[in-house]
């Protein structure tokens, strides 16, 4: 936690700050209110992983401040780790400083041997698509 709050104290308004651990935000344990302060001193982006699932969460601070958390999947994860029903899978981040926005787009694979191909997983149910975008504005 020492090197992110020294990060913190920096106040590079015209930045986006963007922190990348092994270990994801998991707000039901906000420890010493990390989560907040991350959102606070304007964060926008948490990457981790260690999940072993692709998704992603956003946490609000309130109407107007929040961050978002992309966990990294499984890309070379060791087959006794993948949880069941869950395929290798990456995320490429496309950044668009001009537009503040990050577009996120999934890969996956069924098998260790297998061919990556785009993962339709976010939005509507019943036709999902391969991607999601990060408004950084908020």
């Given at each position: ?33 990390i989560i ?16 072993h699932k ?85």
């Amino acid at each position: 936690n020492k090197s992110i709050y020294e990060l913190l104290k920096r106040k590079d308004t015209n930045k986006n700050i963007f922190v990348i651990t092994h270990h994801p935000l998991i707000k039901t344990t906000n420890l010493n209110g990390i989560i907040d302060q991350l959102i606070v001193n304007k964060v926008k982006l948490f990457i981790s992983g260690h999940f072993h699932k692709n998704t992603t969460n956003t946490y609000y601070y309130d109407q107007k401040r929040k961050i978002s958390n992309i966990f990294g999947g499984t890309f070379a994860c060791d087959p006794k780790y993948l949880n069941p029903g869950i395929p290798y899978q990456y995320n490429i981040l496309n950044y668009y400083p001009e537009r503040k926005k990050i577009i996120v787009q999934t890969r996956k694979k069924e098998s260790k041997e297998g061919t990556w191909y785009a993962d339709s997983q976010w939005g509507d149910r019943n036709n999902p698509i391969p991607h999601y975008i990060i408004d950084l504005t908020i």
